[in-house]
């Protein structure tokens, strides 16, 4: 079965030090994989994706995210955090035809 | 502004009182989906549909209808709404990339519906 986790429900860091929020996926064939952003009463926003190419992908405010197939990761980093980062954030992954799959989410803390 | 919308934002309703959540989107998107995010399980899809008249089950669609009789718009439809339906629902929209449907494409999501029912 198809499924990604998010092994972390909150991950607290200090402003300015790097962050990073974990994600794993299982998915036979390969996946397309996105990071989502959701601040409180909004819904929820486009980070970036990994479609193929480069594993190194960059996205909004500043985000990336390394695609590693051996250890089927697609961890979502930041060099240097900001208090305004601090919201929930969504793994997805898609396979076949119109499928896709959220991960339970993790709650970003960013301490002033 | 591009964006997708939902009405109502919030409704509390009693067991069994049919109801509708609207939504559209002004984009000229395919691709719309229905999804409820519950404390602990993150977001399931709920029904999508990939273009005018085509409409197909997501993972959670007990209790719940779609339809999609113009392109923009797709509401959810809770015939007989019971407690364990309250939740809060987003819809979103992408781009239906041939041959690829929305698995290559990022949706955009609504603001969400946070429903009650008692």
């Known amino acids: 079965a198809q499924s990604v986790a998010q092994p972390e429900d909150q991950v607290n860091v200090a402003e300015g030090n790097p962050l990073t929020v974990k994600c794993t996926y299982s998915?036979?064939?390969?996946?397309?994989l996105f990071w989502y952003v959701q601040y409180p009463n909004r819904g929820l926003q486009f980070l970036l994706k990994?479609?193929?190419?480069?594993?190194l992908v960059k996205g909004s405010y500043g985000f990336e995210a390394e695609f590693n197939k051996s250890q089927t990761s697609f961890h979502l980093k930041k060099p240097s955090a900001l208090v305004s980062d601090s919201a929930l954030y969504f793994c997805?992954?898609?396979?076949?035809?119109?499928?896709?799959?959220f991960g339970t989410g993790t709650k970003l803390q960013v301490i002033p | 502004e591009a964006q997708v919308t939902q009405n109502p934002r919030y409704l509390i309703t009693v067991t069994g009182k049919k109801l509708t959540v609207t939504c559209s989107q002004n984009?000229?998107?395919?691709?719309m989906s229905w999804y409820r995010q519950d404390p602990g399980l993150g977001l399931r899809q709920i029904y999508y549909?990939?273009?005018?008249?085509?409409?197909d089950k997501g993972d959670v669609p007990e209790g719940y209808k779609v339809s999609r009789k113009e392109k923009r718009n797709f509401p959810l439809i809770l015939e007989s709404p019971s407690p364990n339906q309250t939740s809060l629902y987003f819809c979103?929209?992408?781009?239906?990339?041939?041959?690829?449907?929305?698995?290559?494409?990022?949706?955009?999501f609504g603001p969400g519906t946070r429903l009650t029912v008692l």
């Open positions: 984009m000229n998107h395919e691709y």
């Open positions: 997805a992954v898609s396979w076949g035809y119109q499928k896709v799959t």
């Open positions: 990994y479609i193929t190419g480069d594993n």
């Open positions: 549909s990939m273009n005018v008249e085509v409409t």
């Open positions: 998915v036979s064939g390969n996946p397309y």
């Open positions: 979103a929209s992408s781009l239906e990339t041939s041959g690829r449907g929305s698995s290559y494409n990022e949706q955009f």
